[in-house]
């Protein structure tokens, strides 16, 4: 496809629940990020691979969430056991190989909701 | 600790006159920003970037200028329009000095054009 795509769009989950999200990337890029943006602020870096290598997941902000990318193209985040916290948008990016500026292209995001 | 500031939650102009959007940061290591649009239900939309080298970059209506000794840079939008009404979110990235790749954004600013 042309962009970024993800799903679903929006997903409500009850406290407890396991939930699946999934990112399809520009074809052909090889970097794909994961970003978190809660209510009225800015997304927030969660992790990174460059092709099925997951090089930086130091913005995961517990062993609750777990990030995967196999054949080096679609990718899932994971979360387990989710919280009222968890609410949030997840934003997926993904970012071509002679990017000079960093400039990483966004899908639409889904919109978590954990009653 | 915020290392990229918005401190404008919100900016009203009138159409046809000039946006400027600010926006500061801490971590002298950044080496390029970055600026995204960001309409309701959709995921930011790359839209302008400079290098820590230059201090200013042009594309069609936007401006990006870069103080880089005051750690300021701010993106003028002339004549705007309508259609220009949405979130704007400041980006910084430290990749070029071997820093994470991912993207650290501001809480956005919300533009919002008059007519």
């Known amino acids: 496809g042309a962009g970024v795509s993800q799903s679903p769009r929006y997903k409500v989950a009850k406290r407890g629940q396991d939930v699946a999200l999934r990112c399809d990337p520009i074809s052909g890029h090889v970097s794909l990020f994961w970003y978190q943006q809660a209510l009225g602020q800015g997304p927030e870096f969660l992790t990174y691979f460059q092709n099925e290598a997951q090089l930086d997941k130091s913005g995961l902000p517990s062993d609750r969430f777990f990030a995967e990318r196999p054949e080096g193209s679609v990718s899932t985040l994971k979360i387990q056991r989710t919280q009222q916290e968890d609410s949030a948008v997840y934003l997926c990016a993904s970012r071509g190989q002679w990017s000079s500026y960093n400039e990483q292209f966004f899908g639409p995001g889904t919109r978590l909701t954990v009653l | 600790d915020q290392q990229v500031k918005q401190n404008s939650p919100s900016l009203s102009v009138q159409e046809g006159r000039i946006s400027i959007l600010n926006c500061d940061y801490t971590n002298s290591m950044f080496d390029y920003f970055l600026w995204y649009k960001k309409y309701p239900a959709e995921g930011p939309t790359f839209l302008i970037s400079?290098?820590?080298?230059?201090d200013k970059n042009e594309d069609g209506r936007f401006t990006v200028f870069l103080n880089k000794s005051a750690k300021h840079l701010s993106l003028h939008i002339v004549p705007s329009q309508p259609g220009d009404s949405a979130v704007y979110f400041c980006?910084?990235?430290?990749?070029?000095?071997?820093?994470?790749?991912?993207?650290?954004f501001g809480k956005g600013t919300h533009l919002i054009i008059q007519p």
């Open positions: 980006a910084a990235s430290a990749l070029g000095g071997g820093g994470a790749d991912g993207l650290t």
């Open positions: 400079i290098s820590s080298i230059k």
